[in-house]
Every structure is written in structure tokens, then in C-alpha cells.
């Protein structure tokens, strides 16, 4: 590309950025995490036009980590965003965090164990006496423990390694760790690890091993759902779409992906998109419906993030962080 | 008569610091003629350099006075030329620069005036065609003649010098010596010359003061029996040496 | 005696260099190429390049454990020059911002400091307090108290870059010949004029080793907050190639990163070289 074409695409972006779409309600979204394709569905609304169609000028901003999101919404950085709801109900039962959750994205969770095939770990009940691998902020170590105990497996009897989230395989595929514990939603890209490393990559969800749960939502600050209520549900409704149109039409929504963030491959977002869908879409949706937070599994939700975090899950009722008011009807 | 340019009236020094008190000096009283060169001597730490500060006002007495033409000395006095031990010049600053620097940092400029004058002590002290030099490319002895230089610059009446040929070789401590006699035969001035050299002292000065050790206090004041002008030859001279000699015993038996 | 005698000018301390070059019988082009600075650094670089990258294919070492040198240039090109720019300039602005604030804070602070005692004893400690605090665990509070945009992450870097650029600055400011000053108190001078004429040019060689130290720190400074919060920068796009598994994506990133700091650092030192020539240490 020539110097004169790098500037004109670069001033070109950026007056796309700069200049609003004519009387767009600006909205600020934060992600969990940093972009990738378990994202998709807000980069679809953003680049398939389901954001602006619902009057909405809608910009990203980045985070690390659910806790991460949901003090930056609570400070009104961002309007919405996406966290992990067993985040916010430990977040609003320790402190009154102002933020509230609106939209039930992922009605399982992402939690897993990977393990390379041999045949020696086939359950998390097998983990007894082995070593695994973690990072240090995820939040599926609050819930690994639970899952060990449902298995009859003590925590002490399994060794816990902390490390970098991007060292985790490496260490797997070397043999240092005997499994990792990530998230569906790279199910790909550890396969694809294996895969140049000649090993075959086995993943144990959570989700089989009986951790039912809601996971990724979407959280509002507050004072934005008072303030602008109006922008909240035509936003959710926006979101729902884009989720949506992300299952019909997976690589669009990763093309999507891909357009705003040049820094990230097509097949990687098209991989990750794929382990995510499952997580939005199965049984538990085909019974409630997209979206919806039902009373029983939120309290069993709540009862696991309490046993999980030794609070007393009476201290806090569930039903206080989520509002049902945004869902939009069927 | 007219006052003395410099009186010290049973002066006494004693410095109080964290470490304890040190008494540097005490009852000192001794007078420097106008146009008087006195070189004093002294073992180290017996406060010849405080006696220095004390004229130029940069110390205040414990006790007694120090009187520069008849006033009593309170604070720093900008009539007076500092030359230092060690050239300490701006690294940064051209000789030139160097020279003139009292007039730029006094009042924040340089008249022509004082730059002719900065042109002509460069001269006089040997370092015509070295003005725009930086410090760094010369030598110690010369480093030092612009450290002279620098303290003529306002005129002084009064000139301070602190071991000013200490860090010298033998050999350019000789010249530097032979040509301060040549500047202030020039143009004469107060001049207080601190060394540790006898034959030094007993070459330039009119006047030789020998102190003791801490707490310093004059042990005895030697006029030189040798008239100006004086020159390389004088070194030769037989008063010259004889003083040396009575000075030399002097300071090895008493003052050490 | 008007002449400056012979033995005192040759005193000097200039000598002409021994003639021990060892490409002295070189044509002269390749002489100067040979002895031309970083030839010889360029030279050893490009070999262990190859090295690697033969090692890396012979032994088929997997890309994440360590990605062969044309998988990182391949991912140089692969990513667009307007991203880089993008990520380049969120990382410079960053950096540069912060590194000026400190210095525009740093030396007033200790110029003040060496003016009053009291402030100097009461502030010392808590400069130490706060240089002693790691970064990494009061930038999250930082963020979530200031804010979008580039003021946390110039705060972040202007809190790392800071110590040192106060420490050297109250050094240089108190090794002034003490001299100087008697001189400067001699001649009635004003008293800020001691600190512009003498003080803070005898500080120039100290401050100089500060900034040095403090450029790449804020580099460092950027990067650390990027990892925190942010949109863009080289370090956000180090931990997102990172968080993709995309390895020799990140390492570009790395190699970028380490391009910037070392021209930032060469930008300083050519800056004290023309600026303030006589501060550079004396080289025989
Ligand atoms: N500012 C000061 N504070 C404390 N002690 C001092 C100070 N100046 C000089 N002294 C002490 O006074 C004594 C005489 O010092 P000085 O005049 O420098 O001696 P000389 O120049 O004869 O070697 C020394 O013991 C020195 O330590
Ligand atoms: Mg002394």
C-alpha cells in the first residue's frame, strides 16, 4: 500500500469513527475481554447496520475481565457491556455496584477442562493427584472447586498452577501440565494448537459435569436503563438481532468481526464464533427462549456463585440483579 | 591615616555542626595595607580558607570583627575577587564567557565595557587567541589563568586567593607566580594569597603571616626585606632564600 | 613573559589515537562500513536470524513456543501499515505526553526541593513510597477512576517516569561546585539566577542520564496501561496477538516496541549530543 493510500484510508477511518450517524443516540459498549469472535454479535450490530437501524451510535471499548467491565460500568465509562453474571451477583451481595443485568447471552458456562487425548483423564472426576493449569483472573476458578467436589474430587488433591492465559497451551502441549483450564469459546484455537504440535486436544465443559449456570449477559449501568431507557431496549433488541443474524449467517458476522478489528483473522474469529454459539443457543434456549433469565436457574446460579465465593447465599437475592424490563417479547 | 583595607579585631570562628563544634580560628587580629600583598601560611584545617570567607563576607564571626576600608563586614561584598583552589570554571562556557560571567550573572547582561576589559585581562594573563576555547580543551595553568582573570573582571580592589597554584606542576606554578608579580606590578591590589609554598610566599608577598594549628591564630607576621619590582631574578636573591629558610624551620618546629 | 609558555599548551590532553585499526588495509569504503557504528552489532543480529530460523524449521519447533523470523516478518506485512500506524501512534502520544509532564513536573519539583529543606525531607519519603508501589496494581484504580481516553494511561506513565527524572535532577542541582556558589553569593546575585547560570547547567548531565532511563520507562509506563485499558497501542496489540494465540503476530508487536524505545533513546542522546555537547562523559 502506497504512503498516500495508507493516509487517505487512515483519514478516511478515522472521519468514519468521528463523524455521528445524524441524530444516533451514542452508546458506549464494554466488552469482558479484549475483541474476538465470542464478540461477534456487537460488531455485527455495529457493521450490518442493526445499530444504526435502531437509531444508536454504538462504540467499543475493551476490558480485562469481567470484574473489569463491571467496575467501568459502574463508574459510567460505559453505558452496557458484557460480563459474566456470577460477577456481578458476588459484585452487588458484597457492594451496591449501580449496574444491573438486562440480556441472558450465554444461559451456560464457557468453563472447561482440556486435556490432551490419552485416555488417562476422561472425566474431572479422574483429576485426583494431577496437575493443571490456570490463569490468574479467570473466573472460572471460583467454580472449579464446586466441580471438583460434585466429582468427589478434594481441591487440595489436585495441583493448581497459575500462568499467562496465552502460556496455558504451550504448557499443555509440552507436557508440563497434565490439563488447562479455559473456555469453550477457544475450543478452536486449542485444537488448532494441538494440531501443529501433533497432539489431539480433548475438552471436558463444566456444563456436562452438572455446573448449571447463566454466564456472559449483558449489564447496564444504572443510571443509563433511568435515564435512557428507551435507547436500553432499543439496543437490546438491536443486540438480539445481531446475535441472531450471527447464528444464521456465521462468517458474515465474522467478516463483521474482521472489518472493525484489521488485527485478527477471519477463520480465527469463524472458530471461536462456532464454540461460542452453543453456548447461546441449546436446549436451555429452545425451553426459555433467547435472552431471558428463568427464576430457577438464576437461584441455582446465585447458589453456586455464593457456595463459590463462601457468601452466604442468603445475604443476597439474585432477582436484585437482573431486570427483566429490556427482554425484548418473543 | 586612612583605614586599613582589611582589620581582623580578635576575631574567633567556631563552627557548631551535627558532628560537634570545631573552633577554627581564634583571636586573630592582623591588618592588610591598601595595595598590600599578604601570602598566609598554615597547616591544613587551621581555617585559612575561613579567614578567606570572612572577608568577602560570605561567614559571619562568632566573635571579634573583620573590617574591609573601615566597615564591618555583614554580608556578602561584591567588591572583592574570589580565585579559587581549583580553576572551576563553566564547563559549558566559552573563556571568554567564563571571564565575563560575574557581570552576566550579577545583571544578567555584559556591557562592551567589560567585554573589552574580559578581552584585555585575557591578554594580559596570556590567553589572547584562547577566547573562544571551552575550558575542557586547555590546560590546568591555564584553566587557572582564566580563573584570574574571571576575578578581575569587576575591578576588585580586593583580591581573595585560596592555594591557587596547589594543583599545578612545579614548573607552571613557577611561571603562573612570576606573572601575577608581572599583573600587579600593572595594577596594584589588595591581595591575600593563601599557600602552602614558603618560597612561594616569600617571592610574591610584601608580607608573610605564619598561623598554628587549629584553633588558628596568627604565630607570627614576617615582613619580606625585598623591594618591587620584582622578577625570575628575584628568586635568586639571598633575602629570598634566608626567609625561606627561617620560615621553613619555623613552621617546622611551631606551627605543625 | 606574555607568551603562553610551550610546556604548559602541551600539556593538553589531546593525543593522537593509536593507529591499531584492524581494517586498515581495506579499501576505504568497506573501512568505513566496517568500522561505521553498529556494523558490527547489525552484522551478528542478521546471523542469529538465520540461525534461528533454520533451527526453528529443522527442529519444526511449533510457532507458539517460538515463531520463526519470516512467520513474525509475515505478520508484519499481513497486518497494514494504517494499523500499525494506528497502534505506533496511540503507544508514542502516550508515551511522549507522560514523559513530558514528568519532566515539566519533575524538575521545578527539584529545583523547590533544593530550595527548601522542609519540603525536601517531607516529600522524599513519599516520592520513595510511590516509586515502590508497583504500577501494574494501582494502574486498575487509575483507570477506573479517570477514566477513557489517554489521561489514565499518561498518568500511569508520568508516576513511573517520574522518580528517577527528580532523584538526578536533585543530585545535579546539589554537585555544583561549591565554589560557584560562593562565587554566585559574592556577587550579590540574584538568587534565581544561581539556579539558571549555574545549578541547573552543572545538572545537565545528570538530568540527561535521567531522561535516558526515563524514555524507555515510558515506553514501559505506555505498554503497562495499554494492558490495563485501552483501544490501541503496541502494547494492547501485544496482548491481544497474545490472547489469540498469534504468536508471531505478538512478536512483531515486541519487535516494534523495542524499535521504539531504542529510536526514542537515540532521539534523547542526540539531542544532549547537539544541545549540550560538553555533558557527555569525555571519551580518551
Ligand atoms: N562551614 C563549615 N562548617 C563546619 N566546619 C567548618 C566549615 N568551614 C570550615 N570548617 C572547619 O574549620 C576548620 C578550618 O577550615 P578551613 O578554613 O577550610 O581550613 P584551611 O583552609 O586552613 O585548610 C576545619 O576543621 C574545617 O573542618
Ligand atoms: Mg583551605
New binding site residues.
Given amino acids: 500500500m502506497s504512503l498516500r493510500a495508507t493516509l487517505t484510508s487512515f483519514a478516511l477511518a478515522s472521519s468514519l469513527i468521528a463523524a455521528p450517524a445524524l441524530a444516533a443516540d451514542k452508546v458506549i459498549f464494554q466488552l469482558d475481554w479484549l475483541p474476538g469472535g465470542d464478540k461477534a454479535p456487537i460488531y455485527v450490530c455495529i457493521h450490518d447496520g442493526f445499530c444504526r437501524d435502531a437509531g444508536l451510535n454504538v462504540t467499543i471499548a475493551s476490558g480485562r475481565g469481567s470484574t473489569d467491565a463491571i467496575s467501568r460500568l459502574a463508574a459510567g465509562s460505559a453505558d452496557v457491556g458484557v460480563a459474566d453474571i456470577g460477577a456481578l451477583l458476588a459484585a452487588k451481595a458484597n457492594e451496591n455496584v449501580k449496574v444491573t443485568a438486562i440480556f441472558s447471552e450465554f444461559n451456560k458456562g464457557p468453563h472447561a477442562l482440556y486435556v490432551i487425548k490419552s485416555g488417562r483423564i476422561g472425566s474431572m472426576a479422574d483429576l485426583k493427584g494431577k496437575t493443571i493449569a490456570t490463569s490468574p483472573f479467570t473466573s472460572s476458578n471460583f467454580y472449579l472447586p464446586l466441580v471438583l467436589k460434585d466429582k468427589g474430587v478434594e481441591s487440595s488433591d489436585v495441583k493448581l498452577i497459575k500462568a499467562e492465559p496465552g502460556s496455558l497451551g504451550p504448557m499443555l502441549m509440552a507436557g508440563n501440565v497434565d490439563g488447562i483450564v479455559a473456555w469453550m469459546t477457544d475450543l478452536t484455537r486449542y485444537r488448532n494448537q494441538g494440531k501443529e504440535a501433533g497432539k489431539e486436544i480433548v475438552v471436558l465443559p463444566w456444563s456436562a459435569a452438572g455446573l448449571e449456570l447463566y454466564s456472559a449477559s449483558l449489564i447496564a449501568n444504572d443510571d443509563f436503563l433511568a435515564k435512557r431507557p428507551e435507547v436500553a431496549k432499543r439496543f437490546v433488541e438491536a443486540y438480539k438481532k445481531s446475535i441472531e443474524f450471527a447464528k444464521a449467517e456465521p462468517a458474515k458476522a465474522a467478516a463483521a468481526v474482521k472489518a472493525i478489528v484489521a488485527e485478527i483473522s477471519t477463520e480465527d474469529v469463524e472458530g471461536s464464533l462456532n464454540d461460542t454459539l452453543p453456548l447461546i443457543f441449546n436446549e436451555v434456549t429452545d425451553k426459555d427462549g433467547l435472552g431471558v433469565f428463568e427464576p430457577a436457574r438464576l437461584a441455582e446460579t446465585w447458589r453456586r456463585v455464593s457456595a463459590a465465593q463462601s457468601i452466604d447465599p442468603a445475604k443476597f437475592d439474585p432477582e436484585k440483579a437482573v431486570t427483566r424490563h429490556f427482554i425484548p417479547a418473543k | 591615616m586612612a583605614s586599613p583595607a582589611i582589620r581582623f579585631d580578635r576575631l574567633g570562628q567556631v563552627?557548631d555542626?551535627r558532628s560537634g563544634r570545631?573552633e577554627?580560628l581564634r583571636d586573630v587580629s592582623f591588618e592588610v595595607a591598601r595595595h598590600e600583598f599578604v601570602a598566609i601560611l598554615?597547616p591544613?584545617?587551621?581555617?585559612?580558607?575561613?579567614?578567606l570567607r570572612l572577608i568577602a563576607g560570605l561567614l559571619r564571626p562568632t566573635s571579634g570583627s573583620v573590617e574591609v576600608f573601615g566597615l564591618r563586614v555583614g554580608e556578602p561584598r561584591d567588591d572583592i575577587g574570589i580565585v579559587f583552589q581549583k580553576p572551576t570554571l563553566l564547563p559549558w562556557a566559552t573563556v571568554e564567557d567564563n571571564v565575563d560571567f560575574p557581570a552576566r550573572h550579577k545583571r544578567g547582561r555584559v556591557s562592551p565595557e567589560e567585554r573589552e576589559r574580559a578581552a584585555a585581562l585575557l591578554r594580559m594573563v596570556g590567553l589572547e587567541g584562547f577566547a573562544k576555547r571551552l575550558p575542557d580543551e586547555l590546560s590546568g595553568g591555564m584553566q587557572q589563568r582564566v580563573g584570574i582573570a574571571r576575578a578581575l573582571l569587576m575591578d576588585p580592589d580586593i583580591l581573595l586567593m585560596?592555594e591557587p597554584f596547589s594543583a599545578l606542576d612545579a614548573l607552571t606554578r613557577e611561571v603562573m607566580g612570576f606573572d601575577l608579580l608581572r599583573i600587579f606590578a600593572e595594577r596594584p591590589k589588595t591581595v591575600v594569597f593563601?599557600t602552602h609554598s614558603v618560597s612561594e610566599a616569600a617571592l610574591l608577598a610584601d608580607r608573610v603571616l605564619v598561623m598554628t594549628g587549629?584553633p588558628?591564630s596568627v604565630l607570627t607576621d614576617v615582613v619580606v626585606p625585598v623591594g618591587r619590582p620584582r622578577g625570575p631574578e628575584t628568586a635568586n636573591e639571598k633575602a629570598i632564600h634566608d626567609l625561606s629558610a627561617y620560615l621553613r624551620s619555623f613552621l617546622l618546629q611551631k606551627a605543625a | 613573559m606574555t607568551s603562553v609558555p610551550t610546556y604548559a599548551a602541551s600539556s593538553s590532553k589531546r593525543q593522537p589515537k593509536a593507529m591499531t585499526d584492524p581494517v586498515a588495509g581495506a579499501s576505504p569504503f568497506f573501512r568505513r562500513l566496517a568500522t561505521a557504528p553498529g556494523m558490527a552489532t547489525l552484522g551478528s543480529l542478521i546471523a542469529v536470524v538465520i540461525l534461528w530460523e533454520l533451527t526453528a524449521r529443522i527442529f519444526a519447533i511449533p510457532s507458539y513456543l517460538l515463531p520463526t523470523p519470516s512467520s513474525v516478518i509475515q505478520s508484519f506485512s499481513s497486518i497494514g501499515y494504517d494499523r500499525w500506524f494506528v497502534h505506533v501512534w496511540a503507544t508514542l502520544r502516550v508515551a511522549m505526553i507522560g514523559y513530558a509532564l514528568s519532566i515539566v513536573i519533575a524538575i521545578p519539583l527539584a529545583i523547590l526541593m533544593l530550595r527548601s529543606p522542609f519540603l525536601s525531607r517531607t516529600l522524599y519519603p513519599l516520592l520513595v513510597v510511590v516509586q515502590s508501589t508497583p504500577v501494574v496494581a494501582v494502574a486498575p484504580i487509575i483507570i477506573v477512576s479517570l477514566g477513557a481516553g489517554d489521561a489514565p494511561r499518561v498518568v500511569i506513565t508520568c508516576l513511573i517516569t517520574f522518580f528517577p527524572l527528580v532523584v538526578s535532577t536533585a543530585t545535579g542541582l546539589a554537585a555544583t561546585p561549591p565554589e560557584l556558589i560562593e562565587l554566585s553569593r559574592s556577587l550579590r546575585a540574584p538568587a534565581w539566577r544561581e539556579i539558571t547560570q549555574i545549578r541547573l547547567p552543572f545538572a545537565v548531565p545528570y538530568i540527561f542520564s535521567a531522561l535516558k532511563i526515563s524514555i524507555t520507562l515510558a515506553v514501559i509506563g505506555a505498554v503497562v496501561a495499554e494492558f490495563c485499558a485501552s483501544e490501541a497501542g503496541v502494547g494492547y496489540f501485544i496482548q491481544f496477538s497474545t490472547s489469540m494465540f498469534r504468536l508471531p503476530q505478538a512478536w512483531a508487536g515486541l519487535i516494534v516496541l523495542a524499535a521504539m524505545s531504542l529510536a526514542l533513546f537515540q532521539l534523547v542522546l542526540f539531542a544532549q549530543k547537539s544541545l549540550f555537547p560538553w555533558s557527555l562523559p569525555k571519551k580518551d
Avoid: Q, Y
Fill in positions: 563552627f555542626t570545631t577554627a598554615g591544613s584545617g587551621c581555617g585559612k580558607s575561613t579567614l585560596d593563601i587549629r588558628g
